[in-house]
Nanobody, 116 residues
């Protein structure tokens, strides 16, 4: 499966941004889809995930500001980010997998830059 992420860009602090990620096909490998992010000099960190049944999980530190959703008909997920701050600056990577211990597929990453 191939994943295509989009929607990144430059946004001012306290602004909002929505990322999208579309899978090339509907397979069991996209049962779970979500996002990680990686800031310069840091490890990649979990952001949020959503299953085909639309069960969601958001990192504790981002709950209330970030929300994830899914359109199964389009094999697409969305990450709505609000009240952004400079610490949210990172490359955001879309991923998919069948389940927690299965192979992870990664998208190409999309840069989000928040200016103060």
């Amino acid at each position: 499966v191939q994943l295509q992420a989009s929607g990144g860009g430059l946004v001012q602090a306290r602004g909002s941004l929505r990322l999208s990620c579309t899978a090339s096909e509907d397979t069991p490998d996209i049962h779970v889809m979500g996002w990680y992010r990686q800031a310069p000099g840091q490890q990649r960190k979990f952001v949020a995930s959503v299953t085909k049944g639309e069960s969601t999980d958001v990192a504790d530190s981002l709950t209330g500001r970030f929300a994830i959703s899914r359109d199964n008909a389009k094999n697409t997920i969305f990450l709505q980010m609000s009240s952004l701050n400079v610490d949210d600056t990172a490359v955001y990577y879309c991923y998919s997998r069948r389940h927690r211990f299965a192979t992870t597929y990664w998208g190409q990453g999309t840069q989000v830059t928040v200016s103060s």
